[in-house]
């Protein structure tokens, strides 16, 4: 007699909008995981190119595994459209995936293992750097804040192409982010597509009454809810490709990301996101009072609070804030 116990699904709910030259790439690195119970959603956020129509013809050809497709009326942003997948998904974990990015085959696989191994309530991980059209520039991305720069010597590990045919993630660290220890509304992790997330825990952002005018990047704000709420770890291991182009929020600046080389714009777009995190999150929480009531004991709903106006992270900022005058 068989044990009736199952590995967890992971919904992978891929966002796109005006993404036809990398959407389908995005999708078979989707498809080809190794982690064999997942589905794929997509939210075509009112694409005006032919996303759309590549998207169709791929849920046609990919008869393996389920592709569910959702079209929204109007462009609502990406943390709109990601609660719009998280609402028809069935899996126990799911991720945020730009749609020009693309997944190494044992990204599920990497993330599941570190999920059941923490109990946390987001996982991150590693990226390397690519250009439009698909080179790699970087296998070990200065945009990931938990890189430990003084590795950058003669005794360097070098990586291992993570789409080489024959590489596999079979052994990584790990580290613990203690929501006590590392401050809610630093960054400490990679973009988007970084990350595997309870569904749990984003289905308590289903309460938000007009995400679509939170005027913050999606990633941060729902990584630093899911951090407040259940902590978070980080895999040491480049597990996904972060696409730069002309269309993204970085830009096509082939540094790989180092932030003191990105635009003014976007400088101010990070000093932006640091001011408004806290006040939009605190927000969410004091209106939603008594659902957060229901779900933690009164201690916890006040500690809760007190992270967010008590954490400050003056190190983003002024690095941000440098950048700018240098």
């Known amino acids: 007699m068989e044990n009736n116990i199952y590995l967890p699904k992971i919904s992978f709910i891929a966002t796109c909008f ?38 169709e013809k791929f849920m046609e ?8 497709i959702i079209k929204n009326k109007k462009n609502k942003g990406q943390l709109s459209s990601f609660l719009e997948g998280v609402k028809i998904a069935e899996g126990e974990f799911v991720t945020l995936t730009d749609g020009d990015d693309v997944l190494c085959r044992e990204f599920a696989s990497a993330h599941i293992k570190t999920h059941l191994n923490t109990a946390v309530a987001m996982t991150s991980c590693r990226q390397i750097e690519i250009d439009e059209n698909g080179v790699i520039h970087s ?15 003669e005794n360097v590990k070098f990586e291992s192409c993570i789409f080489s045919k024959d590489f596999e993630v079979k052994n990584f660290d790990v580290k613990f982010l203690s929501n006590k220890k590392y401050t809610f509304a630093k960054w400490h992790w990679s973009p988007s597509t970084s990350a595997v997330l309870r569904k749990s825990v984003c289905e308590m952002l289903l309460r938000l009454k007009n995400p679509s005018e ?34 993204n929020y970085s830009l ?50 006040f500690g809760i609070l007190k992270k967010i106006i008590f954490s400050f992270d003056f190190s983003s900022v002024k690095s941000a804030v440098k950048s700018l005058w240098v």
């Open 18 to 55: 005006n993404k036809e030259k990398f959407i389908e790439d995005c999708l078979l690195s989707i498809k080809n995981q190794a982690y064999e119970n997942k589905e794929i959603i997509v939210v075509d956020d009112c694409s005006t190119d032919n996303s759309a129509e590549i998207i």
């Open 61 to 68: 050809n990919c008869s393996e595994i389920p592709v569910k």
């Open 139 to 153: 296998l070990k991305s200065p945009d990931c804040p938990f890189i430990n720069f003084s590795d950058f010597s």
């Open 214 to 247: 939170i005027k913050i990047t999606a990633d941060k704000f729902i990584f630093s809810f899911a951090h407040l709420i259940g902590s978070s770890a980080l895999i040491d291991a480049p597990l996904y490709a972060y696409r730069r182009h002309c269309d």
């Open 252 to 301: 096509a600046n082939k540094l790989t990301g180092n932030k003191k080389y990105l635009n003014t714009k976007t400088q101010k777009n990070y000093i932006r996101n640091n001011i408004l995190i806290r006040s939009e999150i605190w927000k969410f929480i004091t209106e939603n009072r008594d659902f957060f009531l229901s779900m933690f004991n009164r201690s916890s709903y």
